[in-house]
Structures are given as structure tokens and as C-alpha cells.
């Protein structure tokens, strides 16, 4: 039996009876009080939509994904189920405000939101929902998480690949929802498009615009959304409040995956701004209390960190990828710029891009990637995208931003520190400043 969830972006969501009860249970509906872009709204103040939205709008996606592969491969209605329930869950292990406390449990624990994930579809209510209808939890986390042991890697590329249900849904949606325009793309012509080549998913030549459109879609709600100056602002102080108040509340101490369920947006946003520093009596855990609670009452009043310098890297330089890629030489860096600014190091940040906490930034985009085919002789044969599309060629190049974080008051001096630490980058890295 099919029901149906009214949807702004997809229209009416067909849900079926298995994933009505897996929708229902705890863990997906936990993703209601976890916000998509997590503090965006900060920044584009209709940017409150969540990631329970988003999971049915990918399970949806990968749906019409599976329709179309149905063309020239077999996709059973149990294969056509499995990889809507894996769409459905490929974010249940985001732990509250999404990226920016990945970037805390990634470093305290060494665990991402995807191997969380893995173990909330087999140890909590979701392991045994998933077994009343009939199904593994391995077989969901391999889908989601992992690769299809059978071979098929186009069942496990519709829930994870370049162009994935993930992404097809994620930029319409966070486009609409903040009002940035870029992101709106022809996601019914790529999913018309896609078939199976090999034993992988390929996109039929003829759809080259809306491929190179979505292409453009990332670049550009990268730069106008995901990493706008104030949106990534408000992130650094979110993150850096956790940080101070990890211990105190137990932020990434939890012991068991039922513990982790509990945190979502509201709870540690209260948590914050609930601490006593004198409830504290070692003069540390009390220092980092009052950090948390100040930092705090500056997102309540929207008192955002200044941009003091930025640089837009556009070569690729094993300096810059060393910069970027090393929390430690970043902090370094810090400490350089704080001293001839004669300010405390803690009010300097150097912000790039990061796998962990941005996960659409331009570098992870390799066009090659995307297999391509067209006809010839009435078979298919895939073709170097690059020999198509002159913009792709464009596209390949590689982007960075590094910033330069501080307070208002102290923006001028550490505008001409940075300025004067970063004069060292190679020539290749100061194209774009």
C-alpha cells in the first residue's frame, strides 16, 4: 500500500508500508530536529529545513535513479526497495548541527557520520524494524555506506557517487529553501539519462547541458552557501563552543549508539547555553565553560567573526595542499599571525575548505569521474567527458579559499599580519588575491 508525503520540491513522496516503519522509527525521525545547513539560517534565514526532509527527498530520487537503470538492467522490486532505504538512511549518523560537529567527533573519536551511521542501522530500534520487513541491516549499511557485495556497483553508485541522490536532492533543495538561485538544475534530465555501462552508471552524452548545469550547481551554492564568509563564521564559533564545552557536557563521550541518538540541534544548543562556569571548580573546565557561554550569546546576537584576509587559490601547489589539509600547520599559522598582531591566538582563525567539515567543496569534483557515454553503431561507448564540454575543462581547475578569521576590533591589525604571513605562499597560489 502507498501513501503519500507532500514534498515543495518533489512534489507528492510515494512511501511504502516498509518505509513508513522504518521512517517511523527514532532515529530517522531524530533527523526532524537536525538542521540541513546547520546554522545557515544565521546567514539565509529560510535556510531551516532539516535532514529528515532531505532523506525523503534522496529516498525519492533513487527511486526514479532505479526506474530509469531499469532500461537496460534488471532491478527486482527487493533491489528497487533496499536502495530507497539506504538513500533513506545514508545520513542517520549526522550528529547534531551536521558538519560542524563532525569536525569534533572525527578528531576526538575518529569517526565520521558515515561509519556512525553504519552502527545505528545495526545497533539500535532501525536493526530490528529493518528484520521485521524482511530485510539486513548489512545489506542497508553496504548500500549506504559501503558497496554492493554482488557486484553491481551501479546499485550502490545510486546512493553514493557523483551524481547521486544525495546530491541530486541536496542542491535543489538547500537552493530553494535559502533562496539562492544556483542550485536550481534539471534533475529529471540526468536521471532520464543515466544507464548502466559495465557494471556502473553512466550518463548518456545528449544530456551534456544539465550535466555541465549541476556541475555549475556545486561551484556556485559552494561559494554563495556553503562557504559564504558569514555561514562559515557562524560555523567556526559553533565549533570552537563545542569544542570548549565537549567535556563538560559530554559531547563526544557518549558510550552507546541510544546515548549519540539523543543529541540533535535543540538539545546541545540548550546544553551550551545552559553552562555555569562557577558550577566548576577546576579553574580550566571553568575557563572553557565561560569560552562556550560567551561564544554562545554571540550566535544569539549574531555578533559574527570578521573576515581580516582571504585568498582564492586556483593551482594546485603541494605548499597550499599542505596548508589546507594540516589542522596543525593551520594552527601554526594561527600563532604567526596572532604575534605580529599582537593579539591572543585564540582570536585568529585560518578557515579553508575541508573534507570533513564542508563535504561539496570544489576539489572533491574530478568531471572525469563521471562516466559519460554515446551511441555508436547502436551500442554504448564511453567517451572522455573533457572532449565534449570546454567548460568541464574549466571546471577541473583547482579552487581554494583560505581565510583569516578575527573579531571586529581587532580586524586591521590582523588583516596586515596575515597579509604579511601569508606574502611566503608560492607565486603559483597568489594568481587570484
Known amino acids: 500500500m502507498i501513501k503519500y508525503i507532500r514534498d515543495p520540491i518533489h512534489g507528492y513522496i510515494g512511501i511504502t508500508d516498509v518505509e513508513r516503519r522504518i521512517i517511523d522509527t527514532w532515529p530517522v525521525q531524530r533527523l526532524r530536529g ?130 547521486d541522490s544525495d546530491k541530486l536532492d541536496f542542491l535543489v533543495r538547500d537552493s530553494y529553501y535559502t533562496g539562492v538561485e544556483y542550485g536550481r538544475i534539471d534533475i529529471n534530465r540526468l536521471i532520464q539519462a543515466m544507464d548502466v555501462y559495465g557494471n556502473d552508471i553512466a550518463i548518456d552524452l545528449k544530456a551534456l547541458y544539465a550535466l555541465e548545469a549541476f556541475m555549475i550547481a556545486r561551484y556556485e551554492m559552494f561559494l554563495a552557501v556553503y562557504y559564504h564568509h558569514a555561514v562559515r563564521s557562524a560555523e567556526i564559533l559553533l565549533h570552537k563552543a563545542m569544542e570548549y564545552a565537549d567535556e563538560l557536557i559530554g559531547l563526544t563521550s557518549f558510550a552507546s549508539v541510544n546515548e549519540f541518538l539523543k543529541m540533535d540541534d535543540g538539545y546541545v544548543a540548550t546544553k551550551l547555553r545552559e553552562l555555569n562556569p562557577p558550577d566548576f571548580n577546576d579553574p580550566e573546565k571553568r575557563r572553557r565553560a565561560e ?108 579552487v581554494d579559499i583560505i581565510r583569516v578569521y578575527t573579531s571586529s576590533k581587532q580586524r586591521t591589525n590582523v588583516e596586515k599580519a596575515a597579509s604579511e604571513v601569508f606574502k611566503t605562499l608560492p607565486f603559483s597560489a597568489q594568481i587570484n588575491m
Open 34 to 163: 537536525i538542521k540541513q545547513l546547520s546554522i545557515a539560517s544565521l546567514v539565509y534565514p529560510g535556510g531551516e529545513h532539516t535532514r529528515f526532509s532531505h532523506a525523503l527527498g534522496a529516498m525519492h530520487v533513487a527511486g526514479q535513479i532505479a526506474e530509469s537503470l531499469r532500461k537496460s538492467v534488471e532491478i527486482s522490486e527487493n533491489e528497487w526497495q533496499l536502495v530507497r532505504l539506504a538513500s533513506l538512511l545514508h545520513d542517520v549518523g549526522h550528529g547534531p548541527f551536521s558538519h560542524s560537529y563532525e569536525e569534533l567527533i572525527v578528531e576526538k573519536r575518529g569517526i565520521n557520520h558515515e561509519q556512525m551511521g553504519a552502527k545505528i542501522v545495526k545497533e539500535s530500534e532501525l536493526a530490528d524494524a529493518l528484520k521485521e520487513c524482511g530485510y539486513g541491516p548489512d545489506e542497508i549499511v553496504k548500500l549506504a555506506f559501503g558497496k554492493d557485495s554482488r557486484g553491481r556497483n551501479y546499485l550502490h553508485q545510486i546512493t553514493a557517487s557523483q551524481v
Open 291 to 398: 569560552k562556550a557561554k560567551e561564544i554562545m550569546k554571540m550566535l544569539d546576537n549574531r555578533e559574527l567573526l570578521k573576515v581580516a584576509y582571504q585568498r582564492d587559490v586556483h593551482v594546485k601547489d603541494a605548499y597550499v595542499a599542505k596548508l589546507l589539509s594540516d589542522k596543525n600547520v593551520r594552527q601554526q599559522k594561527e600563532q604567526e599571525i596572532a604575534r605580529l598582531a599582537g593579539v591572543d591566538s585564540d582570536d585568529v582563525v585560518v578557515d579553508v575548505p575541508t573534507l570533513d567539515s564542508i563535504p561539496y567543496y570544489p576539489r572533491e569534483i574530478d568531471p572525469m569521474e563521471i562516466p559519460v557515454f554515446t551511441y555508436s553503431g547502436g551500442n554504448k561507448e564511453l567517451v572522455q567527458l573533457s572532449r565534449y564540454s570546454r567548460l568541464i575543462n574549466v571546471l577541473k581547475g583547482y
